[in-house]
């Protein structure tokens, strides 16, 4: 294969390619590759020899979701080295990156086969460990203390705000969180046919929660707050009884802290309400037991920086002041999230492999919960608040 310019892999150049660069050298058996990729964006082979086995993921021009639209292939080099960053703030958080291409527009790296992704293994009823919610809250924390202004250099902060930029992506995020739900711009919205009155009245009549998520959509263009996942759902979460490893990091970027708090809560509540409606008391409990951990630990550790060397005890105060803001944020995010994964064109199994009856159920006791987050997320500053939607 031609290694200058780049070519989308299939199935056998995938191998080819990772014979190519020396991978399983000193192997004999056969490498066996297929390509597994379920997401809505990009191409994913693992390439198996015997025992061993590795992660290609590929970009392509177009996302798988929505072909026809185009979207740097960059897109993959950003991946990696947000993935190379998050495994220095929370070391052994994300699987491990071997290799970035920046002609093919890939990347190689560790296969968490051992691990099941999260969104299905909660659907499936298991396997459930305690563990999950105290390392995400832990994972949360560690990124806005390390990499917000409370302590991170200010300086190396800047220049990586600007290493991280990434307005390809996060104008997919503008478009399908923040505009085409609410407004019903490309008129793709959906949901079931009974719910179509309380849609149009709650979400498409009325000026309050548009002007709600104007603000939020503002505050996630232009606050810098702190490194950022961007995607942070059940589907970018591999999780088994070592731990969990986030994945699929390509939305990275500076941006407000409560975007990927609330972004947890709300599929965990997702989760929560396919297992309600469909019985199943153990994932109900778990999921609400998992969302106060987050909140908890997320709240206790952030709060627990290190003063910065000659900053007065102000700066104690000015972190809980903090603190209390991305609680809200995360509220009103998490709002957002509920309400764009029910609506618009990113949905989730979580809702659609409801029985039709159930679905519009979910549909509907989700929607209330989104719009009450985002119109009344200056009530949710502590974690307790977040209780009542518990
Ligand atoms: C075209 S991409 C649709 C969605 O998939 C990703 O996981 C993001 O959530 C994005 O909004
Ligand atoms: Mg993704």
Redesign the pocket.
């Known amino acids: 294969m031609d290694s200058k310019t780049y070519k989308m892999f299939d199935q056998e150049s995938a191998a080819d390619y990772i014979l190519g660069k020396g991978f399983f050298a000193d192997s004999r058996e056969p490498l066996v590759s297929r390509e597994i990729g379920d ?3 990009n191409y994913i082979y693992r390439i198996s020899c015997g025992e061993k086995s590795l992660i290609l993921k590929q970009a392509g021009e177009a ?1 798988r ?2 072909s026809g ?1 185009n979207i740097s292939r960059k897109r993959n080099q950003r991946e990696a080295r947000a993935m190379i960053r998050q495994n220095e703030i929370v070391p052994g958080s994300t699987p491990k990156v071997y290799l970035y291409d920046e002609v093919m527009d890939c990347m190689v790296m560790e296969d968490m086969k051992d691990y099941a992704v999260m969104r299905q293994a909660l659907l499936d009823g298991g396997p459930l460990w305690d563990s999950f919610g105290v390392q995400i809250g832990h994972i949360l924390a560690e990124n806005y203390r390390q990499t917000s202004d409370v302590q991170a250099d200010h300086i190396r902060k800047k220049y990586e705000v600007k290493e991280f930029i990434n307005p390809e992506l996060c104008e ?2 503008e478009r ?2 923040f505009d085409e739900p609410i407004f019903n711009l490309s008129g793709s919205n959906r949901v079931e046919p009974e719910n179509n009155a309380y849609v149009e009245e709650n979400i498409y009549v009325g000026e309050e929660l548009k002007k709600e998520v104007g603000k939020l959509k503002f505050q996630f263009m232009t606050s810098s707050q702190s490194f950022i996942h961007g ?1 942070l ?1 059940t ?2 979460l591999f999780i088994n009884e070592e731990g969990v490893k986030i994945f ?1 990091s390509e ?1 990275a970027f500076y941006g407000p802290t409560g975007y990927d708090v609330g972004n947890i809560v709300a599929h965990l509540l997702l989760a929560k309400t396919n297992a309600l409606l469909t019985d199943r008391n153990e994932v109900v409990d778990w999921t609400e037991k998992q969302i106060r951990s987050i909140l908890r630990i997320f709240t206790k550790e952030a709060a627990g920086q290190k003063r910065k060397p000659g900053k007065d005890a102000f700066e104690k105060e000015l972190n809980q002041w903090y603190i209390r803001n991305i609680l809200a944020d995360s509220a009103g995010y998490c709002g957002t999230e509920i309400i764009r994964r029910v609506l618009g ?2 949905k989730v199994k979580d809702v659609q492999s409801l029985e039709r009856r159930k679905r519009c159920q979910a549909e509907r006791m989700l929607l209330e919960k989104g719009i009450d987050l985002v119109i009344n997320r200056k009530n949710y500053t502590e974690a307790s608040d977040f209780d009542s939607i518990i």
């Open positions: 997401g809505n964006m996302t979701l929505s639209k997919i995020s399908l969180v995607d759902h589907g970018s699929d939305f064109v990113a």
